[in-house]
């Protein structure tokens, strides 16, 4: 399970590597869905780039296409990878906590 966790995190991390994604996640997450001509009219990028973009976040799983209407693909945040990624973000946090307050009792013996 520790493996899937991580290899979500991962592809969430790469994904949101890239700031166009980030760009395009929160105005997912703002407006709702949409296509890709919406979110075209809305970013100062080509709906060629948008649809690359979206691709890949939806291989991360970051994002849904869903059939719209006169065959217009919508895309929808999906929350379930980012959620993962921070309990990856957390767990690590917590072992490094652990080994900080390990060194900070050896340096400060009572």
């Known amino acids: 399970m520790a493996a899937d966790i991580e290899a979500v995190a991962e592809q969430v991390f790469v994904a949101l590597a890239d700031p166009t994604r980030r760009a395009i996640l929160a105005a997912l997450a703002t407006e709702g869905p ?28 970051l994002v849904t296409p869903e059939p719209g209407e006169r065959r217009r693909v919508r895309y929808r945040l999906q929350s ?29 013996p009572p």
Do not use: C, E
């Open 80 to 108: 379930g990878p980012v959620r993962l990624a921070q309990q990856f973000l957390a767990a690590l946090a917590h072992s490094w906590d652990d080994r900080l307050d390990a060194l900070q009792r050896y340096l400060d």
């Open 34 to 61: 949409a296509t890709v001509t919406d979110l075209a009219a809305r970013l100062p990028i080509t709906r060629q780039a948008i649809a690359k973009h979206l691709a890949l976040m939806a291989d991360a799983g």
